[in-house]
T-cell receptor
Framework: GQSLEQPSEVTAVEGAIVQINCTYQTSGFYGLSWYQQHDGGAPTFLSY????GLEETGRFSSFLSRSDSYGYLLLQELQMKDSASYFCADLNSGGYQKVTFGIGTKLQVIP | DAGVTQSPTHLIKTRGQQVTLRCSPKSGHDTVSWYQQALGQGPQFIFQYYEEEERQRGNFPDRFSGHQFPNYSSELNVNALLLGDSALYLC????????????????FGPGTRLTVL
């Protein structure tokens, strides 16, 4: 089966950097995505890694190591609006988008 | 450009009833996926529709069924509702397959909050 593990909660200070880790055990792994979800809102896509290495998009970066079945999301220059839940999700390689989400990491940014 | 829309926003049903949820994908998208998100959990994949056919299914019983129409909109039907079906139901649309440049990105609608009493 597919499973992804990530910390349930993280607290960080405004302006700081935070890293949210994700380890996965999946068959037919194709790539790792990250989504942000504010309370009461819909998940929104942040990034996707199919290959090993770092992908940078503004203040957010995502890293993947396929050999270690591990990835992380890095948020820099934290802002209060970054308080949300962050999900890692794997894209199954069935050729189709059967996405399995982790349980989510609730990030609280404090002043 | 309208994003993914879902209706209704909220719904209250009683055990044993049936419910139909609706989704219109983002313009230009022809693939629709449905997810169930319980409180405090990540979205759980129910199934995906492409070209009016179910092409992937998660671990959900047959009480969960769906349909995709020629205009790519989709419905999720749940029969014989149980208390445990109470959740946020999310619809996501995307481009079809690895041949598409951004197929890995799914666009989610605001969801339908279903409460089963």
């Amino acid at each position: 089966g597919q499973s992804l593990e990530q910390p349930s909660e993280v607290t960080a200070v405004e302006g700081a950097i935070v890293q949210i880790n994700c380890t996965y055990q999946t068959s037919g792994f194709y790539g790792l995505s990250w989504y942000q979800q504010h309370d009461g809102g819909a998940p929104t896509f942040l990034s996707y890694n199919a290959l090993d290495g770092l992908e940078e998009t503004g203040r957010f970066s995502s890293f993947l190591s396929r050999s270690d079945s591990y990835g992380y999301l890095l948020l820099q220059e934290l802002q209060m609006k970054d308080s949300a839940s962050y999900f890692c999700a794997d894209l199954n390689s069935g050729g189709y988008q059967k996405v399995t989400f982790g349980i989510g990491t609730k990030l609280q940014v404090i002043p | 450009d309208a994003g993914v829309t879902q209706s209704p926003t909220h719904l209250i049903k009683t055990r044993g009833q049936q419910v139909t949820l609706r989704c219109s994908p983002k313009s230009g998208h022809d693939t629709v996926s449905w997810y169930q998100q319980a409180l405090g959990q990540g979205p759980q994949f129910i199934f995906q529709y492409y070209e009016e056919e179910e092409r992937q299914r998660g671990n959900f019983p047959d009480r969960f069924s769906g349909h995709q129409f020629p205009n790519y909109s989709s419905e999720l039907n749940v029969n014989a509702l149980l208390l445990g079906d109470s959740a946020l139901y999310l619809c996501a649309s995307s481009l079809p397959g690895p041949g598409s440049s951004s197929y890995n990105e799914q666009f989610f609608g605001p969801g339908t909050r279903l409460t089963v009493l």
